[in-house]
């Protein structure tokens, strides 16, 4: 449960009920994350907004690597469980576990291995990303700095998301437990996943 009053999904109204059946639409449900934006339900469209443009010019897989990093590294479960889930499918949970045992140099390959530590250092302190580890990416492995400039984008983005979710005790809802133990324990390094029943609108519910 949050940490504030939010308005439940049975008595929202206006751009706050827009807002929850819109996320209802992706999850089946109202995702405890979009509860904690009721009282700015613009700020929620317009990170949306945001948060499209960023991804648009990277492709999937790289878009899920680094939100999936990211969120992990910030210890913020369920934007770790949603996209690790989604790599999963990409790559193989094991794969990812990989990934989350900071072993990723065995799975991945040298660029990716490198996008994935530049993306930690980025959610750890971004104070300590040096100039020598943009240079490998850009001169060894071969990206440009437009591509450079999208990875830090997404990792700060995320670090965005997540503080605002976890300052506000937004929990990881019930519904991922549907995804296998073993990847779930792992992905699961911040608040534990709700046994709460997620809330439904009205129209969801009809």
């Known amino acids: 449960m949050a940490f ?5 999904a049975s008595e929202a109204a206006g751009a706050v009920r827009d807002m929850y059946r819109q996320e209802e639409e992706d999850w089946g449900y109202v995702p405890s994350y979009a509860t904690v934006f009721c009282y700015r339900p613009e700020v929620m469209e317009r990170w949306g907004r945001l948060l499209a443009e960023i991804r648009r010019p990277v492709d999937q897989y790289r878009g899920e690597l680094v939100t999936f990093v990211t969120a992990l590294t910030l210890k913020h479960s369920p934007c ?8 999963a499918g ?3 949970a094991e794969n990812v576990v990989a990934i989350a045992d900071e ?8 660029a990716d291995t490198a996008i994935v530590r530049f993306a930690r250092t980025i959610a750890r302190d971004a104070s300590r990303v040096t100039a020598a580890q943009v240079d490998e990416l850009r001169v060894v492995h071969g990206l440009g700095d437009d591509e450079i400039f999208d990875i830090a984008a997404i990792a700060a983005s995320r670090s965005f998301f997540t503080k605002i979710l976890d300052a506000l005790g937004a929990e990881a809802d019930k519904g991922f437990m549907s ?5 779930r324990n792992r992905l699961t390094v911040g608040r534990p996943i709700s046994q ?9 519910r009809a």
Request: no cysteine; glycine share 6%.
């Open 80 to 87: 770790s469980l949603a996209h690790g889930n989604q790599l």
């Open 196 to 204: 709460r029943d997620p809330e439904a609108t009205a129209k969801a």
């Open 179 to 183: 995804i296998d133990a073993e990847l």
């Open 4 to 8: 504030i009053n939010t308005i439940p």
């Open 90 to 92: 990409m790559i193989g």
């Open 103 to 110: 072993r990723e140099a065995e799975v991945l390959s040298a």
